[in-house]
């Protein structure tokens, strides 16, 4: 009878670990169909199940489920939108100087200023974006 509890629980368990997706639930489910298969082998009673249970649970806990969390844990995030605008080069529209000025940056026209305000970039020029200030990218035209 024991057996069949820790099978449902395992199976409870690990169908509740889709909600969570930490990992933790369906260690312990499998700790859990673990159980009731030593249980149903060996007819342990409770206190013995419970032993096999900390032990397989442990075991997973601390051997299993950093290897797994590593392997398909979150992918480092990809910037978007105006994350990904620094580091990419524009073209001058028209002459960026202090407080006036315009590049092309990735197919859109951009307000921009220089990074050192005393630079003037003329029409033409190739720079770099080094970071977007509100709606206005901060350019420099390099060494």
Not at 20 to 40: C, E, F, H, I, Q
Not at 97 to 126: C, I, M
Request: glycine share 12%; aromatic share 6%; net charge neutral.
């Amino acid at each position: 009878m024991a057996a069949i509890v820790w099978l449902i629980a395992g199976i409870v368990l690990a169908a509740a670990e889709m909600l969570t997706g930490d990992l933790t639930l369906l260690m312990l489910g499998v700790a859990a169909l673990g159980t009731a298969a030593v249980s149903a082998a060996a007819g342990l009673p409770l206190w013995g199940d419970a032993l096999v249970f900390g032990a397989v649970a442990g075991v997973l806990f601390l051997g299993v489920r950093p290897v797994l969390r590593r392997k398909f844990g979150s992918p480092p995030p990809i910037p978007t939108n105006v994350d990904a605008l620094p580091g990419k080069s524009a073209l001058v529209l028209e002459q960026v100087a202090a407080h006036s000025g315009q590049v092309k940056l990735g197919g859109e026209v951009w307000t921009a200023r220089p990074l050192d305000p005393n630079d003037v970039y003329d029409a033409g020029v190739t720079v770099y974006v080094m970071k977007i200030d509100g709606a206005t990218a901060v350019v420099w035209k390099g060494p």
